[in-house]
């Protein structure tokens, strides 16, 4: 059976190279370019890269060009949570200028490191339940950022899935119990499960190590389908969760274009490109000295379907017509 996670982290890796270069042309030209060097970290759940290539390339269009006027401090706890306090001290004892924070996690670390240096939280879910912030429109403190919606989303993929799969009568989540958003989440599904009168069981994983145990428990069990939350950890692994959702024949439902495009069945939510034009400007603004604590969490506005056909003819579903004309994207 094909190993998805090789082939995306080798897309991931090209995908860097590619913003990299790119993100230097582009800034090479840029008129208003800073000329005061500034310091930027990143950190991350996961291994360094990913979503940072995204912010970085668009850094670049407002004048913020790593290697020249820009200094980018690359923090990630490789799927090792208890790494991230000290990476996140790390990042505060270089005193970088501002600090990116991808996920919760991520985001609640550099909290506890620092209330005096800028956060900007990449992808926040849940960020006023969990309390990251008091306010969505004027946060106060020193953190800021994106929330992407993902509990309010949750309800519409299982809707999405229950159109696929009208006799679905069970579906079970699979998420990283360590999030600090995952309550909240899974109250956003069961509400929206029972309504369609259809059941919600759980798969809880925190570390890597436990994808094995946790999926091996669940194969051949009468699941119906899968709803998998966004983290690093389950982005990161989505290679073993497809592999899984195929030899058990179960439908999959999930936050990003990119996982569809690793095998996820469909996704339903907004999109990395918004993500970092959205943070990138706050940062702009947060770097000409504006508090990050009156700059709005701002809402993600756009959201993507996105099916993969090939995944649902391997499943032996078949996708409404409906939905295969509301779609944003369709991967072969």
């Known amino acids: 059976m094909m190993n998805i996670d090789i082939g995306f982290k080798v897309l991931r890796a090209l995908l860097c190279l590619a ?3 790119l993100a230097s042309l582009q800034g090479a030209s840029a008129a208003d370019a800073p000329a005061k060097i500034v310091r930027i970290g990143f950190l991350e759940v996961t291994e360094p ?3 940072p290539l995204w912010v ?10 790593e290697g020249k006027n820009l200094v980018v401090e690359y923090r990630g706890a490789r799927n090792d949570q208890d790494r991230l306090a000290e990476l996140a001290a790390e990042l505060v004892k270089l005193n970088v200028d501002l600090i990116i924070a991808i996920s919760n996690r991520a985001a609640v670390a550099a909290q506890k490191a620092t209330r005096t240096i800028p956060i900007v939280a990449w992808g926040a879910h849940g960020a006023l339940e969990i309390g990251l912030v008091n306010n969505l429109a004027r946060p106060g403190g020193n953190l800021t950022g994106v929330e992407s919606l993902a509990p309010e989303l949750d309800s519409k993929r299982v809707e999405f899935l229950k159109q696929i799969v009208p006799a679905l009568a069970q579906v079970a989540v699979l998420y990283d119990s360590g999030d600090q958003a995952s309550p909240v989440h899974l109250k956003s599904t069961r509400r929206a499960a029972a309504a369609l009168g259809v059941a919600v069981s759980t798969l809880e994983v925190q570390r890597d190590e436990d994808f094995g145990p946790v999926l091996q428990a669940a194969a051949g069990k009468p699941l119906g389908g899968v709803l998998i939350f966004t983290t690093g950890l389950t982005f990161l692994n989505i290679g073993r969760i497809m592999d899984f959702a195929l030899v058990n024949r179960l439908p999959t439902a999930c936050e990003f274009r990119e996982l569809v495009q690793a095998g996820c069945l469909f996704s339903y939510g907004p999109n990395f490109i918004e993500f970092a034009q959205r943070n990138a400007a706050q940062i702009d603004k947060i770097l000409k000295g504006t508090p990050p604590g009156d700059l709005p969490v701002e809402q993600m506005t756009r959201f993507e379907l996105a099916i993969n056909v090939k995944s649902a003819a391997a499943l032996g579903v078949t996708i409404p017509k409906a939905m295969l004309m509301r779609a944003n994207e369709i991967i072969q």
């Open 56 to 65: 970085v390339h668009e850094l670049a269009k407002l004048g913020y060009v």
């Open 19 to 21: 913003f990299a270069a």
């Open 49 to 51: 890269g990913g979503p």
